[in-house]
Each structure stands twice: as C-alpha cells, then as structure tokens.
C-alpha cells in the first residue's frame, strides 16, 4: 500500500467520521430532579448534563460515554466495547426516569467479538427528590470473559467554574484536575505513565479517596457522585473489592475531563452483571451540600455497638509515648530505654496541660501475643500505680499491641515458617528501618481465622482487661471479609471492656475497610503526616467516627491547621536524632502554645466544635485567598474559624452566605468577632444572610474566629 493511498483512505475516514458528528440527530433530553439530562439518540451516551445554569457535562456525538468494558482474547488484545462505539441504542423517556439499552455494545475496533455483549442502563430521579440514580446491567453473550467495567463512564466533564475554580474533592483529597492534570507542551514521558491519568483508591483514610464519595465543583454548585456500597461491596476473584478504583484523564484534545468509576470483575460467558446503584446529587453552594446524601446513607449502615467516649470529643487529641526501642535491655544505662513507668505521671500531667487527654504507650512490652510488660521499664506494680494517677490525672492510658505480625519464633506455633515479614527497626541499624541483613525481627503475617491464634490473641487481651487494662490500640487492622477475623477479637474484646470500663476506647492502624473502622474504632493511629496540601474535611463531614489522626512532632501550624480542621492531633515530639515521642512538649515552646491555644479554643466554643457539623469552607460564596475557612454549623448557629495562610500579616475578607444552614432562615444575624485568645473584638448585626465581613491584622498563622446567629 503506498503512501498516496494511505494518506486518501485516512482522509475518507475523517470525512465520514465528520459527517457523522455534523449530521448527529438532535440529542434526546430528559430532566430529572432539575438536572437536564442531553442523551444522543444513536449510540446512548452522555452528551449533556446541566443544573442550575451550570454545565458540568457537555460531549460531542463520538465522545458521549455511558458504559465502557475492557474484551481482550482477540487478536487485538486492548480491544473495547462501549456506548462510544455503538450504535442503534434504543433510548426510552417516561415518568419513572430513562432506559438506554444495547443488544450488542459497539467494538472499538473491527474484531470480532465472538458474540453479543448486551448492556442496559436506568436513570430513575432519587426519592430525595434532589439527586439521580444511575444503575447498568451487563450481559455477556460472546464466548469471551470481560474483566473490567467502566460505569458510571463521564466523558466530556467541563471546568464549568473555571480551570483554576473547578474542584475535585474526594474524602481525601481536593485537587483542581483542570490544570493539575494539564501536561506541558514539552512533556516526554513515556506515553503510557503521562500524568494527565490518575488511578484515585478508596478503602483506608489514607488513600487517595479514602472513601467512595467524590464531588466536582465549586463554592456557587456541581454534583456529587457515590455508589450505594457499604464495606467490601463485591468482592472479584482474588477476594477483593471490586469497586475501589476511579480513573480520570484530562484530554489533551478539548481540555475535557472523562471520569470512570472502575469496577474489577469477571463476567463469565453467558452471565450477567449488576452494578451497584450510583448516586449522582447535583447542588448549589458547595462540596458540603452535595456530601449530604452520602452521609445518610453512612448514618443508615455504620450501626456502632458503642458511641464515642466524651473524652475522645473533649479532646484535641493524644499523645503517643515510645517507652522504648526494640531490642532494650535491663541495663539502666541502656539508651534503647526512653521512659520508664515511674515517668508517665508527669507526662500524663503534661498531656492534660496541653488538652490532650489520652496517652498511647508503644513497645511497653515485647512484640509479641501480649501477655507481659518490658521488665526493663520497671516493675509490674509500677507500672499499675502509673496508670492509676495517669487516670486520676485525667488522661486515660491505652496500650498499644501487635500481634498481626508475629515474629520469630512465635509463628511456628501456628504453623507458619516462611518468616516473609522482617519488622527490625533502631537507631544503631544502617538503615535504621528493616535492613536487609536483620534476623532478629522477622516473622509472618497471621492468618487471623487460624484458631489458636484467635484463641491466643482473644485470650491475652481478654486477660488484660480483667487487669483493667480496658483501652487498646490495634497494629494492623487489615480485615478480612469472612469470620473468625480480627472483627470476631475486636466483638469480644470492646465488649468485655465496655462492661468493666464504658469510658474504655478502642483505636487502630485503619488499612482496607474504612467503613469497619467507623464501626468499631474510636480514633485511628496510622502514619498520617501534616502537608499543606492535606484535605481531609469532606472525611470528617461524612464520618462522625472513628476520628482520624494525624501525626504531629514539633510544628505548630500543623497542630492549628489540624485543629481547625477536626482531625486528631498525634502528639509525639521527638529529640535531635531520638525516635518518635522522645522528648517532651514543654521542650519546644512554639508546640506548647498552640495546642494550649487551640485547646482554650475548644473548651470555648465547645459545643460548636463537639455537637455542629463541619463543612468546611462552604459558608463562603465566593473563595477566600490567603486563607482557610472551616465552619461548624448547629441547627441555630455557626462557628466560623480563619487562618492567615498567607506570608505576612494581612487583612482577610469573607464573603459569606448562611442562608441554608440556619434553621430558621432568619431576616437578621449578629456577627461576633473573637481572636484567637478567645476574647471578643466586636459585635455588629447584619441584615440578611449574605454579607462580606473583613477580619483586620491578622499575623501569618493566627487565627480568628466569627459566631453567627439568628436575631429575633
């Protein structure tokens, strides 16, 4: 073939391909809860989306997406099918919502696809009568598996707010994809890794997503998305859950944004699938209106066999105390030793100085099934008499154990010997964390439905508590989704401790589900680290439990930026060189002032803080620059807390709008200003409930903070 005829074949091709865009039938239109729905009435795909005079979804005929499935088997193995590539849906509009359907979705390229493969898709208006429900049915009628689906599959997502406006915020994250995912002209890498894709995972707070609820928009609208999914949700063949992945790529093309929820299954030939039911809620103002449905539908499942201790809400946090390194030994003068029982009475007087009022104690006994303390640390009768004037302290005392990886010769026990896990860490090793020539610490990871270690494990704690050690925080909790698992311990444990201590708390290292962990866990401890970049408010707006840390050494923008945020400060200040919680708070005064300022703060404006909700900056109409904006709403009243993220001292203006967060819609509010010492500035009232207020004079990093209320 030469190159003339090359060059004419792909002309035609392009000139059919435009004449079937130009020459595209009128999209059929549907509006369902006030969200207009543009359907093309050929392939069945999205080719609009609008609500409100906003525009999130806009498709031309070829790129309108719906459902997409990967069919590989043929001689061409990346091939597709999907609503991209069809034609003749059949596209049915009633009362009750639409149904799009496809006795054989189209291929993406000319491959056989050895038999049909069927599709429907029903979008039926939301009985909250604001939000849609998206659900799709697969039927595989070819002679080959499918491994993968893409539903919902978004394409043609518009920065309808603006490239640098539009936001994409998940539970874990927010992020502006318009210019995020933007690549440079100039950018040479490899094809396949280019970084206007992204792989978003929900599963533990500290991925990506962490949960399956995702919002794009800005403070005046968009829409949120979620599947109808609690826990595993479905697993695939290797035991996993299918639906925890969503895909977005920026087109280099039309700067469009195509977002697909990823599910990871098997559709044998001649079996059906289902997906889980999606709800898509469009909404004025911001992430925090759009997260509601979600939040309910976390309220209807999470079903907690216990509420969260008061103390764990009158508190900033916890501090974590390393008693010691691994390896330590009975000499005295032994620096693997960092504190002995004999210190935790002044730490835990340190601790209630600063607001916290819960201590976690790491490495107070070997890493083993616990069973016995350090004797290096002192005494057992010590260590019982430092645990009672910590309580009368009022700072409760949690032990922290491990006993998900068992180390040598502990797994034999148990049948295991492949010794795969080495967990050695210190300061004299070279690297300090898991050398490769260790022997000393390794082990195997526990098969948690393996009997005796369940009896071992349920035994030893069970004696802990009855030695009124009620307060435990869990290395590793890694589920599994049948029992015996670590939630048949965690069962037994919490209730035995429950009825000894009912101010007894449970926390853990949050891995897989994060919707177990909202059932049986008070507070998380996992290696969560302070950024600037860090967003984890839409988490706390949808999850009232457990609540979720986040690491702290000496900074103390990090402990403001955390507090203003509700998350829970970690406290674990370290000495030059020294391991983590080594030192004392009292050692950097810097720390010391700001948790005792964030700590008058809260008792202050307690109820705010413990009983209203936080929706984050969405009290505001407009963005606030050089500073964060985190509100707490209760049904009569709201908390507004500012920082100056800026670099200097600066005046800070908030335009404002309370309209759909008093209850009473009143005509007028009274605004009163405090600063950060808690001490009032000024009051004024305000007609209406939308206003700019300016904050005069505020320093790099202070705070300020605003009460709006109702004026009869």
């Known amino acids: ?132 429900n998206l659900s799709a049915t697969v039927s595989n009628q070819s002679a080959l598996p499918i491994p993968q689906v893409l539903f919902p599959d978004l394409d043609g997502l518009q920065p309808f707010a603006g490239e640098d406006g539009t936001e994409l915020r998940t539970c874990g994250f927010a992020k502006k994809p318009f210019l995020e995912l933007k690549m440079a002209e100039d950018d040479g890498r490899w094809y396949a890794s280019r970084r206007n894709w992204l792989d978003l995972q929900s599963g533990a707070y500290d991925k990506s997503m962490a949960a399956r609820w995702l919002d794009l928009g800005s403070l005046q609208g968009g829409f949120s998305l979620f599947p109808r999914l609690w826990s595993w949700g479905p697993l695939n063949d290797a035991g996993e859950p299918a639906t925890n992945h969503v895909l977005l790529h920026l087109s280099q093309l039309d700067g469009s944004l195509r977002l697909m929820c990823e599910h990871r299954v098997t ?78 009475p002044e730490l835990a007087g340190e601790c209630r100085d600063h607001g916290l009022n819960e201590m976690v104690l790491w490495l107070w006994q070997p890493w083993e099934v ?45 049948g295991w010997t492949d010794a795969a896990e080495f967990w050695g860490y210190h300061t004299d090793y070279v690297p300090m964390l898991r050398p490769y020539y260790g022997k000393a610490s390794r082990g195997s990871f526990a098969d948690q439905s393996h009997p005796g270690w369940q009896s071992d494990v349920t035994g030893s704690l069970l004696k802990l508590v009855e030695n009124d050690w009620t307060s435990i925080t869990w290395d590793q909790a890694r589920y599994a989704p049948n029992e015996p698992n670590i939630e048949t311990i965690f069962r037994k444990v919490r209730t035995a401790a429950k009825a000894r201590n009912p101010e007894s708390t449970f926390a853990a290292e949050d891995l897989n589900n994060l919707d177990l962990d909202s059932r049986w866990l008070d507070y998380t401890w996992n290696w969560a680290l302070f950024s600037e970049d860090l967003d984890w408010r839409a988490l706390v707006n949808a999850y009232p ?141 305000r007609h209406g409930t939308s206003w700019r207020e300016s904050i005069s004079g505020l320093q790099r990093g202070e705070f300020a903070l605003l009460t709006i209320d109702p004026r009869m």
């Open 1 to 132: 073939m030469n190159r003339a005829f090359c060059t004419a074949l792909c002309t035609l091709v392009l000139h059919v391909c435009s004449l079937h865009a130009t020459a595209s039938e009128p999209a059929i239109q549907a509006e369902l809860n006030g969200l207009r729905i543009a359907i093309d009435p050929d392939s069945g795909g999205l080719r609009e989306l609008a609500y409100n005079g906003m525009t999130f979804l806009k498709a031309a005929p070829a790129n309108a997406s719906l459902i997409d499935a990967a069919y590989p088997g043929t001689a061409f193995d990346p091939l597709r099918v999907g609503t991209r590539h069809s034609r003749g849906a059949r596209v049915d509009v009633s009362n009750e919502g639409v149904v799009i359907a496809w006795d054989a979705l189209g291929a993406s390229r000319e491959f056989s696809t050895n038999g049909p493969v069927a599709a429907t898709v029903t979008i039926k208006p939301a009985a909250d009568g604001r939000s849609i």
């Open 267 to 344: 559709i044998d030939p001649g079996e059906t699938w289902t997906s889980p039911d999606y709800v898509l809620t469009p909404h004025r103002q911001g992430w925090a209106k759009g997260i509601e449905p979600f939040r309910a539908w976390i309220a209807e499942n999470v079903q907690r066999p216990y509420p969260l201790p008061d103390q764990l809400r009158e508190t900033l946090g916890f501090r974590t105390v390393w008693m010691a390194q691994q390896y330590a030994n009975a000499d005295p003068a032994d620096p693997t030793v960092v504190w002995r029982f004999n210190d935790l």
């Open 370 to 414: 616990p069973d016995r303390h350090s004797p290096e640390l002192g005494t057992a009768e010590e260590f019982v008499r430092a645990r009672d004037e910590c309580r009368a302290n009022g700072v409760n005392v949690s032990l922290f154990v491990s006993v998900m990886t068992m180390l040598d010769p502990i797994p034999a026990k148990y």
């Open 545 to 685: 439990a457990p609540r979720f840390n986040v690491n702290v050494g000496t900074s103390p923008r990090a402990v403001k930026r955390l507090f203003m945020d509700h998350l829970f400060l970690n406290v674990m200040p370290s000495k030059p060189e020294g391991i983590n919680g080594s030192a004392r708070i009292a050692d950097f005064p810097e720390l010391s002032r700001a948790l005792k300022t964030c700590a008058t703060l809260h008792e202050k404006f307690r109820n705010h803080f413990e009983n209203g909700l936080p929706i984050g900056d969405c009290i505001l109409s407009e963005p606030c620059a050089n500073a964060r904006v985190n509100a707490y709403v209760l049904p009569e009243s709201v908390l507004v807390i500012v920082m100056n993220t800026g670099a200097k001292k600066s005046a800070v203006t908030l335009s404002m709008d309370v309209r759909s967060w008093l209850a009473s819609q009143p005509e007028h509010c009274t605004v009163t200003t405090f600063d950060e010492s808690g001490s009032q500035r000024s009051e004024r009232n």
